[in-house]
């Protein structure tokens, strides 16, 4: 209603009002989704997910845009504001962050995906569900948060 007066279009505004309650009292509570995570590892250029139980090594390239993924921008201990870009005491530095290397502290970075989708080369280490406990629905995952 652009113009708020007492006595300015009253029955519109009554109208207006009534119909977006209305709407309300017809919508009901929303359902509770619930939703799995996967923990997969991505390509640190396309974001292409690889299951982390297949392993990297240092041939390991990116199967969507051939990107190395035995590289310090796929590792764990990557750190862009730390020495050397990384967190790990390293005796030798790699200039090149993008390209493979022969890092001995190495580990893939794994990251949790909620999305749905699931790693096109298997479904991955399973990280749990949404749903603690029995799995029997979200009460029993809720109270078994105060136990």
Not at 97 to 102: F, R
Not at 114 to 136: C, E, H, I, K, L
Request: one cysteine or more; glycine letters at 8%.
């Amino acid at each position: 209603m652009k113009y708020r007066h007492h006595g300015y279009r009253d029955d519109d505004y009554r109208r207006e009002r009534e119909s977006r309650q209305e709407k309300r009292e017809k919508r009901g509570p929303r359902e509770i989704t619930t939703h799995e995570a996967t923990v997969v590892m991505r390509c640190w250029q396309c974001g292409n997910q690889q299951s982390p139980d297949e392993g990297v090594s240092q041939l390991s390239a990116c199967s969507q845009c051939d990107a190395a993924l035995y590289c310090c921008r796929n590792c764990l201990h990557f750190d862009p504001g730390a020495r050397h870009e990384c967190r790990q005491p390293v005796d030798k530095a790699f200039r090149d962050k993008t390209i493979s290397n022969d890092c001995e502290l190495f580990t893939p970075r794994p990251v949790l995906d909620a999305t749905g989708r699931r790693a096109a080369s298997g479904s991955g280490s399973r990280s749990g569900s949404a749903t603690p406990g029995n799995g029997d629905g979200p009460k029993d995952a809720f109270d078994s948060l105060f136990k």
